[in-house]
């Protein structure tokens, strides 16, 4: 199967992205290497393993199999592949693009999910370690007094994993031109009378206009709204596309062409090129569009994949994700509420009030 593992040249065990160091670390030998050299060291392995015929027969039947149980091929199905270190076989959805051996616990890279067109042009890596992932959610949650037993518990923080999500990317320079009707209103009393005096003008503005980084995820089965709240990210940091980075953490194929996407992207260029132009109209109360024309020059897609460290727990039947920024530390999550604590809280502070009441009402006595 097209399945890898990144090994260390000194002792050949597992390497892993350790986002503190910026480097590829072995927790064996205590050997670290430049992202460079271990992408060096494993060019041709890559080239070579990326695509395979038996990976596409082995998805091909497990598509199959779903059709046939009458599951949507739209949706994600199990595949099986085998761990290049213990020959295990690792279960995956047919969108992970990197996982973990529950058996030898090495980290597996599935290649041939991300080559092709499903190859990204960018990966943003982790800057935020688990620890301190794992810091920043526990200080989240020490704020809030009616969480359930258990949410953070050491079994529960251990869920936390770091995940690259897929999302689509687009910069586009238009030339645009916008007339609008600006207003400026002024009051003021003289007596008992009070006036107001509105000067109307006309407000054109034209030009160049740049818009860039305008993002969407590109993956049906998330939380739309968990993937786009943890932004945003520093894509200047990003890195072309090794699949290297993957090694240690988990991470998710697209499933989400860019026509599927691109209505989306577009509506927010053009929302935010006229809002563009809109701002340069200084010193007017009211700004009213009277029309607005655009041109697209240049456009340009790409397809980034960005690190998120996830946990979902699950509250009374119903999934709940709590995510971070794997580079920023920006939190996403709404935080259950214990209906036992907080029924009890109120309890209390009722019984503490018909107290006060009462010693409040025998000083009358």
């Known amino acids: 199967m097209a399945t890898m593992n990144y090994k260390c040249p ?36 890559e ?33 099986s592949y085998t761990c290049p270190s213990c020959g295990a076989e690792v279960v995956t959805t047919s969108t992970t693009a990197a996982t973990t051996c529950f058996y030898c616990y090495n980290p597996v890279v599935l290649g041939s999910r991300l080559s092709g067109e499903f190859n990204p042009d960018k990966v943003v890596p982790f800057e935020l370690s688990k620890e301190k992932a794992t810091e920043r959610f526990l200080a989240m949650c020490g704020k809030k007094k009616f969480l359930p037993k258990g949410f953070t518990s050491e079994s529960q923080v251990e869920k936390l994993n770091g995940v690259y999500f897929p999302y689509w990317f687009a910069d586009e320079q238009k030339t645009a031109h916008l007339t609008a009707t600006g207003k400026k209103i002024r009051t003021w009393r003289s007596g008992n009378k009070e006036y107001t005096e509105t000067r109307i003008f006309h407000v054109v503005r034209g030009g160049n206009v740049i818009v860039k980084n305008v993002f969407e995820r590109a993956l049906k089965s998330e939380s739309r709204e968990m ?46 090129t006229e809002q563009a132009l809109k701002n340069t109209m200084e010193g007017y109360d009211v700004i009213t569009t009277e029309s607005f024309t655009e041109k697209t020059d240049l456009s340009a897609y790409s397809y980034n994949l960005l690190p998120v460290w996830l946990m979902t727990y699950n509250f009374n039947g119903k999934l709940i994700p709590f995510a971070i920024n794997g580079q920023t530390g920006k939190a996403y999550g709404q935080l259950p509420v214990s209906t036992g604590k907080l029924a009890a809280f109120c309890a209390i502070v009722a019984v503490l009030i018909f107290i006060l009441g009462v010693l409040g009402g025998m000083l009358f006595i």
Do not use: I, W
């Open 10 to 45: 000194n002792c050949d065990g597992p390497l892993t992205f350790n986002p503190d160091k910026q480097l590829f670390c072995c927790d064996y030998c205590l050997g670290e290497f430049e992202p460079a050299k271990v992408q060096q060291m494993n060019e041709e392995k």
């Open 47 to 79: 080239k070579r393993e990326t695509y395979d015929e038996r990976d596409v027969k082995n998805a091909e039947q497990a598509k199959q199999q779903a059709q046939a149980q009458g599951q949507s091929t739209e949706e994600e199905y199990p595949v």
């Open 227 to 272: 993937l786009q709240s943890v932004h945003p990210f520093d894509l200047t940091k990003a890195q072309p596309f090794a699949m290297s980075y993957l090694s240690g953490f988990q991470a998710e194929k697209r499933d989400l062409d860019k026509k599927d996407v691109e209505p989306v992207l577009e509506k927010k260029m053009h929302d935010y």
